[in-house]
């Protein structure tokens, strides 16, 4: 599987930003997908992740403002962002497992448990 990322720019607080993560090569039905970000000179972080059959887990600092939706049809991931805030300025990667391990969404806030990740794309928001 490889992850294309894209849809990132430059915006104002209080607007909207769709990321795409497109993934390419075989398809599977069980899936977690997550999205991290980092920001210069800060350590990737967590933003939200979603595994199949199951609802989407958000970290707190996104939660109500950022969904995490998929179209199988065309295997791409989206992550929706509303509201957005200067804070949020980073660059977004997506990041795929076919591993199962644990039925737990926080077990997920680690990048180390995904092998597959997109190249990023830049959100800046500014003030």
């Known amino acids: 599987v490889q992850l294309q990322a894209s849809g990132g720019g430059l915006v104002q607080a209080g607007d909207s930003l769709r990321l795409s993560c497109a993934a390419s090569?075989?398809?599977?039905?069980?899936?977690?997908m997550a999205w991290f970000r980092q920001a210069p000179g800060k350590e990737r972080e967590f933003v939200g992740v979603?595994?199949?059959?199951?609802?989407?887990y958000y970290a707190d600092s996104v939660k109500g403002r950022f969904t995490i939706s998929r179209d199988s049809a065309n295997n791409t991931f989206y992550l929706q962002m509303n509201n957005l805030k200067p804070e949020d300025t980073a660059v977004y990667y997506c990041?795929?497992?076919?591993?199962?391990?644990?039925?737990?969404?926080?077990?997920?806030?680690?990048?180390?448990?995904?092998?597959?990740w997109g190249q990023g794309t830049l959100v800046t928001v500014s003030s």
């Open positions: 990041a795929f497992t076919n591993k199962l391990l644990s039925g737990s969404p926080y077990y997920y806030s680690s990048p180390a448990r995904f092998s597959v």
């Open positions: 979603r595994k199949s059959g199951d609802i989407p």
């Open positions: 090569g075989r398809t599977f039905n069980v899936f977690v």
